[in-house]
């Protein structure tokens, strides 16, 4: 008889980012990096229009 119960980790997956300590700072570097990024295209499409 297979085994019907869904298999649950025994520990919490504490797994952190490579380059950050906490993947909350990683979500605020990949925010403010997108606000830079659509800064500098707004900047480069008033510059050049």
Same mark, same amino acid.
């Given at each position: 008889?297979?085994?019907?119960?869904? @298999?649950?980790?025994?520990?919490?997956?504490?797994?952190?980012?490579?380059?950050?300590?906490?993947?909350?700072?990683?979500?605020?570097?990949?925010?403010?990096?997108?606000?830079?990024?659509?800064?500098?295209?707004?900047?480069?499409? @008033?510059?050049?229009?």
């Amino acid at each position: 008889m297979p085994d019907t119960q869904p @298999k649950t980790p025994t520990e919490p997956d504490d797994s952190r980012p490579p380059i950050f300590s906490s993947w909350r700072d990683m979500y605020w570097f990949v925010l403010l990096f997108h606000a830079l990024i659509i800064a500098i295209f707004y900047w480069f499409t @008033k510059a050049y229009s």
